[in-house]
């Protein structure tokens, strides 16, 4: 059986930090989706989540300069985990998406939510 790695995620990029590695360009970003749900009362419910996503300057992706603040994007890639130690000594994880795919989402159409039951 072939193995699988990957995500797809629409949304609005909440922080962007563009850099320079070894001559390409890195765009480090946060990404919040919106998931729509109703409660037992039927009242609407937005439950936001954030992602961080990596993507490396390539040719399927657009102009890394050009993301930032607001910025609607579609992103596809592969989920990636990272360790680290913290200074209180206590080993942590967080996800990032390893963007491979890239589309900036016209700024005058507004974002599609499916609701959830």
């Known amino acids: 059986m072939e193995q699988l790695n990957r995500i797809e995620i629409r949304g609005t990029v909440g922080s962007a930090r563009l850099a320079t590695v070894?001559?390409?360009k890195v765009l480090n970003c946060s990404v919040a989706t919106n998931y729509v749900?109703?409660?037992?009362?039927g009242t609407a419910v937005i439950e936001t989540t954030w992602?961080?996503?990596?993507a490396w300057e390539n040719d399927r992706l657009p102009d890394l300069t050009q993301i930032g603040k607001g910025t609607k994007l579609y992103v596809s890639g592969r989920l990636q985990s990272q360790r680290y130690t913290g200074s209180?000594?206590?080993e942590r994880f967080y996800y990032e998406i390893m963007a491979n795919?890239?589309?900036v989402i016209d700024a005058g159409e507004p974002?599609?939510?499916?609701?959830?039951?």
């Open 88 to 90: 209180d000594e206590i």
């Open 51 to 54: 992602h961080n996503v990596v």
């Open 111 to 117: 974002m599609q939510y499916e609701m959830y039951n």
């Open 22 to 24: 070894g001559g390409r």
């Open 37 to 41: 749900y109703k409660d037992k009362n």
């Open 101 to 103: 795919k890239m589309q």
